[in-house]
């Protein structure tokens, strides 16, 4: 699970774009951002935990945080490939620095095992209070971002080559937020 080395930039970009609080994109001397590095540390250890003190007997907790763990790693995975295949129809001619192999067919193949191994995890009964609190945690994210952080965002560069069909793809070039008042418009945000 790559994202046990890669929690706190994702926590910190997040913060950047503005899906997170600011607070944490704060960088050290560095560039190292370490207070994400704290809070995520912080959020496992309580997750952890919390897991072991309400069910985590005979060695379970373990088990519950690998099925929270990869339940939400096919999610990803199912996403990725439907936005791949999105983007592969889309903008067929897009600068690409990588091209895979195996195309939109390896997409649409492993998508298709990532959607069957979801709802595996459905059958297994040991996996389901994972899935609970998973989907609890989502739910509140999901509820936070839209009463609280939509309003925040700024654009990144690949949302900003997104948006604009492949056109704005070099924020050293173009300058940064080169798409902000189109997308947003001019009034002011928190």
Not at 3 to 27: C, E, H, Q, V
Not at 133 to 148: K, P, R, S
């Amino acid at each position: 699970q790559g994202i046990m080395f890669a929690y706190g930039r994702n926590m910190y970009s997040l913060s950047r774009a503005g899906y997170y609080p600011k607070f944490l994109s704060l960088t050290g001397k560095r560039q190292t951002p370490w207070v994400a590095l704290v809070v995520g540390a912080v959020i496992g250890f309580v997750a952890l935990a919390l897991v072991d003190a309400l069910g985590g007997a005979g060695g379970v907790a373990g088990a519950i945080v690998l099925n929270i763990a990869i339940w939400g790693a096919v999610i990803a995975y199912a996403l990725q490939m439907i936005s791949y295949v999105i983007l592969r129809r889309r903008f067929p001619n897009a600068h690409r620095p990588y091209r895979s192999p195996w195309g939109v067919p390896g997409a649409v193949i492993a998508g298709a095992i990532s959607v069957l191994i979801f709802f595996g995890f459905f059958i297994n009964e040991p996996a389901r209070p994972a899935i609970v609190a998973i989907a609890v945690v989502y739910v509140v994210i999901l509820i936070g971002f839209a009463l609280f952080f939509r309003h925040r965002l700024v654009l990144s560069p690949e949302e900003e080559y997104a948006l604009s069909d492949g056109k704005h793809w070099d924020p050293q070039e173009e300058g940064y937020d080169a798409m902000e008042k189109e997308v947003f418009g001019d009034e002011p945000r928190a």
